[in-house]
Each structure stands twice: as C-alpha cells, then as structure tokens.
C-alpha cells in the first residue's frame, strides 16, 4: 500500500524559512517521480515542483523558483526546502506520486503559514 506521509509545515514569518519532508513507502521509491502541490485558501491545487526518480532533474512552478529546492534522498524521503518564504505561500502542501494507469497517490497534507 503506498503511503506519503508530510511534516515539516508551520507558521512563520515572511522571508523565514521551512523544510518539507514526505516520507514514501509501499513502493518503488527509486522509480517514480514525486511532486508537490498546494492548496492556498479558497483556491484550487497548484502543482509547486516535481523531481525525477534518480534526482537529476527538477522542475518548478514560476513562482518559486529560485526560493524552493526540491529534493530527495535514499531513506525513501523527499524534502522541499522553502526560503524566502512570502504570505502567498500559505497554503496546505501535499506530496504527490503519481503513477501512469494507476492514478494519483496523495499524503495528508501539512499547513504553511506565512505571516507577519
């Protein structure tokens, strides 16, 4: 059974920082790709960033880039590195698997408030 369980959410302050962690299991961690999206309030889910299963390559939505890293490491965990954090940011993340004829995989979402 795949499961994607997230941590790392918070309240902070514009221009802090925080670190996402989602930790996979249930399969094949070295082969899939796996994202992350967010709901801001009253909003609809924005796809943020996607990594490759081997790590090589990331993408990212415009809006963050330069201020997010995306990565993921051999404990079966993928990490979002947030900095510069602005209040538009707030919003729940959600790490993603998604699997081609499988559908999507979601975990339960961790909540990022940026505020002064």
């Known amino acids: 059974e795949v499961q994607l369980v997230e941590s790392g959410g918070g309240l902070v302050q514009p221009g802090e920082s925080l670190r996402l962690s989602c930790a996979a299991s249930?399969?094949?961690?070295?082969?899939?790709?796996m994202s992350w999206v967010r709901q801001a309030p009253g909003k609809g889910l924005e796809w943020v960033s996607t990594?490759?299963?081997?790590?090589?390559?990331t993408t990212y939505v415009d809006s963050v880039k330069d201020r997010f890293t995306l990565s993921r490491d051999n404990a079966r965990t993928v990490y979002l590195q947030m900095s510069s954090l602005k209040p538009e940011d707030t919003a729940v993340y959600y790490c993603?698997?998604?699997?081609?004829?499988?559908?999507?995989?979601w975990g339960q979402g961790t909540q990022v408030t940026v505020t002064s």
């Open positions: 993603n698997l998604r699997v081609v004829l499988r559908g999507d995989y």
């Open positions: 249930g399969f094949t961690f070295s082969s899939y790709a």
């Open positions: 990594i490759n299963g081997g790590g090589s390559s």
